[in-house]
């Protein structure tokens, strides 16, 4: 059985920074790609952030690039996504995500994605 298990999420200031984790039980990460969502009442899910098994693609939303990254570390079973400079836009519940490494599907599609967390909750003050 595959899980994902977000954890990280808080409440900070504008300008603030977090570091969200997702942890994989069942298998590893090193045959997906692995991505991060969030999503607000009412709206899409987002794509902001994917990354390829070792590190080497990575891909990110415009509105977050320069202040976000992501990352995979120990054996590739935790997946991170650092969060510099947030502003209160970037308030959402934010999920990770596990798809296939190759598809006809683009890296912010998230059909590609079949695997996901519960989600955790980010909200930053102005």
């Known amino acids: 059985q595959v899980e994902l298990v977000e954890s990280g999420g808080g409440s900070v200031q504008a300008g603030g920074s977090l570091r969200l984790s997702c942890a994989a039980s069942?298998?590893?990460?090193?045959?997906?790609?692995m991505g991060w969502f969030r999503q607000t009442p009412g709206m899409e899910r987002e794509a902001i952030a994917a990354i390829r098994r070792g590190g080497g693609s990575t891909y990110y939303a415009d509105s977050v690039k320069g202040r976000f990254t992501i990352s995979l570390y120990n054996a590739e079973t935790t997946l991170f996504l650092q969060m510099n400079t947030l502003k209160p836009e970037d308030t959402a519940l934010y999920y990770c995500?596990?798809?296939?490494?190759?598809?006809?599907?683009?890296?912010?599609?998230?059909?590609?994605?079949?695997?996901w967390g519960q989600g955790t909750q980010v909200t930053v003050g102005s």
């Open positions: 069942g298998y590893t990460f090193s045959n997906f790609l």
């Open positions: 995500a596990a798809g296939p490494l190759y598809s006809a599907r683009a890296w912010y599609d998230r059909g590609r994605y079949i695997h």
